[in-house]
């Protein structure tokens, strides 16, 4: 997947990979993957995305939520995620749904 995925959306969800090991140091989050045991560190806008895909949350919600926090709009903040999420990806730290009604489904298909 590379720096400018298209099959990603707004209504995409994304949530952290939980097999993912990571603390705050200095005010920024630091990652130790799974996959390859590798720490990366995220820049303050990274972390704080980091912190919002705790739970499973929509491209649309996050870009909306940094527009909130941050001096950007959120189309451009929805324009950089769609560039950042899979760098995320690549490195084993994030999971995602192609939007939030495949979640629903999954749900509903799960306890139905």
């Keep these: 997947m590379n720096g400018t995925d298209s099959s990603l959306s707004g209504r995409t969800v994304v949530h952290r990979d939980l097999r993912c090991l990571w603390r705050r ?3 920024r989050v630091v990652i130790l993957t799974a ?3 590798t720490l990366h560190e995220l820049s303050d806008v990274a972390s704080r995305v980091w912190e919002f895909v705790a739970e499973p949350v929509s491209l649309d919600e996050i870009a909306r939520r940094i527009s909130g926090e941050y001096d950007v709009t959120p189309e451009r903040a ?3 995620l769609v560039g950042f999420i899979p760098a995320l990806l690549d490195i084993g730290a994030v999971v995602v749904n192609p939007d939030e009604s495949e979640i629903a489904e999954t749900m509903y298909r799960d306890y139905a």
């Design 25 to 27: 140091v200095d005010g």
């Design 35 to 37: 996959e390859d045991y």
């Design 78 to 80: 929805g324009r950089d």
